[in-house]
């Protein structure tokens, strides 16, 4: 390595280093480092996985953990470092190995925006991956599942091409993007992290760590942040209220961990309360555009008009003879529900809709799309748009926070310093 050194940099050889140090290192399946408290342990906190930068970080890295040590909650917005992007997938000793010896091979090639990791794939499917793939889903990994990030056309190859300029998926998307702004596209979003709070003090404990009111009526839906003693965000989520002491909450499929970790951490073991993760229990079809509540009512006996269903309400609803919890909500700024399905039936929901919305011109779109259609609408999303570093008032959710009533919550009082 010195000798290569030398003949791209000849003045190495005259400086008069006296000492070439060579051992061995530890990579992670991100190539990003581990810190933070680990989710299963608490007050265990984890720096390692420097992936080379240990030196160069350290001290950095240091502060911060100590800082979190003291005050029990990260300094800044340390997300795209923290323990708790991974999940259960990461006890897989061959899947780590595997997926770390892809990325220490990226540690110094380009690296092209959008890029996904090929190794270990597929290992998470949602039960429609076989009827996507016939659509020509092109697919991206997220946490283990495979998701439709874009579906390509009879004329495009079925693969990502990268660049640095626009991409062979750039103008597809654009399609998916504007059928669902003029007819109703259906998106498989079933890995959505999905947990239930149950337990006589699941309001108290759902009131306390949220900055919205979820002390609404049984079938009422909140889009809330979490946030930390700073007022920052530290999560972006709806809770839905399906009975009196029963709550539903969904949140991104890369924040399984955390959230369901932070919630836990901050809800405290003092109140009557149990979360448990419920993400593989359920399928996600989310119908959105202007027809889809003319397919919705195509394949349901139940009203679905505005006046028996506005947004922000939640109902279970009978579809091709399964009990369905749909979600008046929609994250890409058109008439739209979430559809969480039982897991088996989420194939035959989906056949259902696709012949029921034939004549309107129904399609699957991908998660690219899905995110061209919410930065067109302005809908944050938590880990780029809105971090721990950011209050709701700066992000400009202010309207998505209680202050107006008389009740605490975690990070009140430095929202009104």
Known sequence: HMNQAITRVPALETVGIKQMINGPESFTPDGNFILGVAPECANMFVGAGFNAF???????????????????????????????????????????????LEAYGKHYTIGFPHEEYVTVRPRIVSPLYERLQKHRAVFGCKLGWERPNWFAPESVEPKDIYSMGRQNWFAPVGDEHRHVREH??????????????????????????????????????????????????????????????????????????HDFSWIGDHVGNELDVTLTDVTEDFGTLSLMGPRARDVLAAVTDADVSNTAFPFGHAREISIAGHTVRALRVTYVGELGWELHVPIAATGEIFDALMAAGEKYSIRPVGYRALESLRLEKGYRAWGSDITPNDTPQEAGLGWAVKLRKNTDFLGRRALEE
């Open 184 to 257: 109703v596209g259906i998106f498989d979003q079933s890995s959505f992290a999905k947990y239930e709070m149950t337990g006589a003090d699941a309001l108290k404990a759902l009131d306390w760590i949220c900055a919205n009111d979820v002390a609404k009526p049984v079938g009422r839906l909140t889009y809330t942040q979490l946030l930390n003693t700073r007022g920052g965000i530290e999560a972006d989520l709806t809770v839905t209220r399906l009975g009196e002491d029963r709550f539903y909450v969904v949140t991104g499929t890369g924040f399984r961990t």
């Open 54 to 100: 240990g030196i160069a970080a350290g001290g950095g890295a240091g502060w911060a953990l100590a800082q979190w040590a003291v005050d029990g909650e990260a300094p800044l917005d340390l997300w795209v470092v923290d323990i708790r992007r991974f999940s259960d997938l990461h006890r897989d000793r061959q899947w780590v190995r595997d997926r770390t």
